[in-house]
C-alpha cells in the first residue's frame, strides 16, 4: 500500500478550499488566456502567419501537457502543495516575457513558461479539490472549474479593453494577478493542511489499496476512449481558442475589440457548463453527461458555418454550454476507473487537453493558411460526431450525491 496517498475524507465538501482553489484557477487560466487574446496584435506587429499563431499555442500546450503526468504521478506518493506556488512564478515570468518580447521566439519561449506553470498547478490542486469534495467529486470539479472557464473567458474582455488600446506591454501590469494568486496559494496550502489530520468517517475503506474497477485491458480501452472524446472537444474549443477572431473578422468585417467581445461570450458559456456537468453528472452518471456533452452539441455545431453574425454569436454559446459540461465528467469517471491516482489522472487528463488542443491549433493554422478559416470551421463542424464512442464506455454503478 502506498502510505502517503492522502484518502479522500468522507464528510461535507469544504467549500473555503474549493471556492479557493476555483479563485487560483481562475488567475492561472486568466494569464493563460491572454496569450491566444493578443494574437490578432502580434499577427500585425511581428508579421506572422497563422501556422506561426498555431505554433505559440503548441508551444505553450506541449509545455503544459508534457510534465502535468509526471507532476501528477509523483505527487500522487509525495504531496508537494507548495509546488503550485512555484508553478505561478514559472506563469509569471512568462507573462513578463510576452509583455517585453522582442522577437518571435522570445514569444515562443515566454508561452512555453506559461504552460510550464500550468503543468505545475493542475495535478496538485485536482488532488485538494477531490479531498475537500466531501463525496461530491462532480460538484467540487465543478466549482473547480468554473474558475479556469471563468478566467479563461475573462482574457479576451482584457485584451479588448486594456490590451488592444495600450499595447503588448500593458500585459506586464497582469503579473499582479499572478504574484496575488501566490498568496492565496499559500493560505489555500495550509487550509487544505488541516484536512489531512482530520480522521475520515471510514477508516477501514481509507486504509484499503485503491483498485481498478476492472481488468486493466478494459481500463486502457476505456482510458483510449475518453482520451479520443477530448481530443474531438478541445479540437473544436481549439479553433475558437486561436482563430475565432481572424474567422469574425474576415467573415464579417468587425473591429478587433467587437471580435475580442464574442469570443469572451464563447468562452463564458463555459463556466456555466462546467458547473453543470459537474453537478448533473453527480445525480445521472458520468456516462449520460458525456454521451449529452459531445454529442449533443452537433446539430449546432454543423449550422454554425452557415449562419450570419447574430446567430454565430448565439449558436458558439450554445455549443460551449453543452460541450464545456465535458470535462468534469471524463475527469472524473477517468478517476473512478483507476482509484488511488488522483494526481497522475488530473495531470494526465488536464495535460492532454493542453497538449491536444496546441496540435489541433497547429494543425489546423497550417490548414487555414492552405484552404481558409471558413473551410476549417466547416470540416470542424463534425468533430461532435466522435461523441459515438461513448457507447463504447463500460458503464459504473454510480452512487447518487446526497
Request: with cysteine; hydrophobic share 55%; net charge positive.
Amino acid at each position: 500500500m502506498n502510505q502517503n496517498v492522502t484518502p479522500t475524507i468522507a464528510r461535507r465538501a469544504v467549500m473555503p478550499v474549493l471556492i479557493g482553489l476555483s479563485a487560483v484557477h481562475l488567475l492561472n487560466d486568466m494569464i493563460q488566456s491572454l496569450i491566444p487574446a493578443i494574437y490578432p496584435i502580434i499577427k500585425t506587429a511581428y508579421s506572422l502567419d497563422f501556422g506561426q499563431i498555431g505554433l505559440i499555442t503548441l508551444t505553450f500546450q506541449i509545455c503544459a501537457s508534457l510534465f502535468q503526468p509526471l507532476v501528477g504521478h509523483y505527487t500522487d506518493r509525495n504531496p508537494m502543495p507548495y509546488s503550485m506556488v512555484v508553478g505561478m512564478g514559472f506563469s509569471l515570468v512568462g507573462l513578463i516575457g510576452l509583455a517585453y518580447a522582442g522577437s518571435y521566439s522570445l514569444l515562443l519561449l515566454s508561452a512555453g513558461c506559461v504552460g510550464i506553470g500550468s503543468s505545475i498547478f493542475h495535478p496538485e490542486a485536482t488532488r485538494m479539490a477531490r479531498n475537500a469534495s466531501g463525496g461530491q467529486h462532480g460538484l467540487a470539479q465543478g466549482i473547480f472549474q468554473l474558475g479556469g472557464q471563468t478566467g479563461g473567458a475573462i482574457g479576451p474582455l482584457l485584451a479588448a479593453f486594456i490590451i488592444v488600446p495600450r499595447g503588448q506591454a500593458s500585459l506586464a501590469w497582469f503579473s499582479l494577478a499572478a504574484f496575488a494568486a501566490m498568496l492565496l496559494m499559500i493560505w489555500i496550502v495550509r487550509r487544505h493542511a488541516a484536512l489531512d489530520h482530520k480522521p475520515a468517517v471510514t477508516p477501514v475503506a481509507a486504509a484499503t489499496p485503491a483498485k481498478p474497477v476492472g481488468p486493466a485491458v478494459n481500463v486502457a480501452f476505456a482510458m483510449t476512449i475518453l482520451v479520443i472524446l477530448l481530443f474531438s472537444k478541445n479540437a473544436y474549443s481549439s479553433s475558437f481558442s486561436s482563430f475565432y477572431t481572424f474567422y469574425l473578422i474576415g467573415k464579417f468585417g468587425i473591429s478587433v475589440e467587437t471580435s475580442q467581445v464574442m469570443l469572451f461570450l464563447f468562452l463564458g458559456a463555459s463556466a456555466v457548463g462546467a458547473v453543470g456537468g459537474g453537478m448533473l453528472g453527480d445525480r445521472i452518471g458520468r456516462d449520460r453527461i458525456i454521451w449529452f456533452s459531445i454529442l449533443g452539441a452537433l446539430p449546432f455545431t454543423l449550422a454554425l458555418p452557415y449562419a450570419d453574425l447574430f446567430w454565430t454569436g448565439a449558436l458558439t454559446i450554445v455549443i460551449n454550454l453543452i460541450m464545456s459540461s465535458a470535462f468534469a465528467a471524463i475527469l472524473i469517471y477517468a478517476m473512478e476507473l483507476s482509484p488511488g491516482r488522483i494526481g497522475l489522472i488530473g495531470g494526465l487528463f488536464y495535460g492532454l487537453s493542453f497538449g491536444l488542443g496546441g496540435i489541433a491549433a497547429a494543425m489546423l493554422g497550417e490548414l487555414a493558411d492552405r484552404v481558409g478559416i471558413d473551410s476549417v470551421y466547416r470540416l470542424c463542424s463534425f468533430l461532435p460526431l466522435m461523441g459515438l464512442l461513448a457507447w463504447f464506455l463500460p458503464s459504473l454503478k454510480e452512487k447518487p450525491a446526497r
